[in-house]
């Protein structure tokens, strides 16, 4: 059912207008939820709306379109042209069967990230990894070494940080460190002991999600030893993003019996004052962060039925989006056991981007610093309840949405 708005009562008693709907064109409320929670992330949606971004590609010029509609407009906005693009390069999204809303939401950052992309290079010479006296200048180089190769954007600034794995040899004790791009956060969930009626913390998952791990000799070289070696490996962040999603496992599959299952475990997760010190890496625990939840992606259903639904944070108030229906909740509304990605935006105002320590002095020249740049329904805890979830899931499976969800990333690396 759609929520009627118009102009004059959206904007009653307020000169802030309230976010408007988007269509299901057939099994894309996995797409709308993707779009309606990048709504709430202020800095891109500023960078959207500005004029002059048309020389930037077809897909850059529909999230225009889209912001501006969303800002200005209470009618409802079909997606339709923005499903067109993604589809493009991504076959899967421009079918009718549902898909993963995770799944689109990385591919549609990854081509936003493509059109706008701007070249970063630099003729300093950068560190060898294996070379570097510390864990610091081996993160910076390695973040140089990535800026130089895949180019920096308003996505890059925003969304993306850095994972550390931290090896370490049994025998000889070297240590050695790997370093890759963090842009979703993927976290499991423990099973034992909890359930729907048992929540467990987002901390908890955090802590399996980065536990030490141990590899044995046939698994991993030691070049100090020059052999085959036993090794333990300890997962760390090393930079922050502006941005951080944080998705939950919650799509699994039994690689024995290959059979599918969701974990339905209800994860409480705080809604401000969020912080990772436990999971940050040594060189990266001085400077630490705290960040605000602004909008989480719901999984209403089972592996085999689902819907899809977001929770998005708008000028101090929550909404929550169903396809074309918009509803205004009450904060203690957000935590749930269907919410599958969270978004959590850093605290510090006016600095989007994470600031490393500086370098020892001998090794200064050798790094690059990073490159600068509906009316709505009133719902409240009280008459907002678990029914009503449950009838836009059933309501969805009669319009034949939402039928095979599908989890590709059952494992983080």
Not at 79 to 86: R, T
Not at 249 to 274: A, H, I
Not at 332 to 347: E, G, M, P, T
């Given at each position: ?218 698994e991993w070289y030691c070049s100090k030893c020059d052999r085959q070696a036993n090794m333990e490996r300890k997962p760390s962040i090393s930079k922050l993003p502006n941005i951080l999603m944080v998705y939950l496992k919650r799509f699994q599959t039994n690689y024995q019996s290959g059979e599918r299952s969701k974990v ?150």
């Amino acid at each position: 059912m759609e929520t009627m708005q118009t102009d004059e009562t959206r904007n009653a008693g307020s000169n802030k207008p309230h976010p408007c709907g988007l269509s299901n064109l057939g099994n894309t409320c996995y797409i709308n939820a993707a779009l309606q929670s990048l709504g709430s992330v202020v800095p891109l949606m500023d960078y959207l709306a500005k004029d002059g971004l048309g020389d930037r590609g077809e897909m850059v010029k529909e999230l225009h379109v889209m912001v501006q509609h969303m800002r200005t407009k209470s009618e409802l906005f079909s997606p339709c042209k923005i499903k067109d693009q993604i589809a493009e390069s991504n076959t899967r999204f421009g079918q009718t069967s549902q898909e993963d809303s995770q799944e689109f939401l990385q591919a549609l950052i990854e081509k936003l990230h493509q059109c706008l992309r701007i070249s970063v290079k630099s003729d300093a010479p950068t560190l060898n990894v294996e070379q570097d006296s510390t864990e610091l200048e081996a993160s910076e180089a390695a973040w140089h070494r990535y800026l130089n190769q895949h180019g920096e954007s308003i996505v890059r600034d925003q969304f993306e940080g850095q994972l550390q794995s931290s090896m370490t040899c049994r025998e000889c004790k070297k240590v050695t460190w790997k370093f890759d791009p963090l842009m979703f956060l993927p976290v499991p969930i423990p099973s034992a002991e909890h359930s729907e009626e048992h929540p467990c913390l987002l901390q908890d998952c955090l802590k399996g999600a980065f536990e030490l791990q141990y590899f044995g000799g046939k698994e991993w070289y030691c070049s100090k030893c020059d052999r085959q070696a036993n090794m333990e490996r300890k997962p760390s962040i090393s930079k922050l993003p502006n941005i951080l999603m944080v998705y939950l496992k919650r799509f699994q599959t039994n690689y024995q019996s290959g059979e599918r299952s969701k974990v339905n475990t209800n994860v409480t997760f705080p809604l401000r004052d969020f912080e990772l010190s436990d999971v940050m890496s040594e060189s990266a625990k001085s400077v630490q962060f705290k960040y605000t939840l602004i909008a989480v992606i719901n999984h209403i259903g089972n592996i085999t039925g689902g819907h899809y639904t977001a929770y998005g944070k708008h000028n101090n108030e929550w909404f929550c989006f169903d396809d074309s229906e918009v509803k205004c909740i009450s904060e203690d509304r957000i935590s749930s056991r269907y919410a599958y990605v969270l978004f959590y935006q850093k605290n510090t105002a006016g600095d989007h981007q994470q600031t490393m320590p500086k370098c020892n002095d001998t090794k200064k020249q050798a790094i690059s610093q990073q490159h600068p740049h509906k009316e709505v329904q009133k719902c409240t805890a009280e008459n907002y309840e678990e029914d009503e979830r449950e009838k836009s899931f059933f309501s969805c499976l009669l319009c034949l949405c939402c039928c095979r969800t599908r989890r590709r990333n059952a494992k983080m690396d």
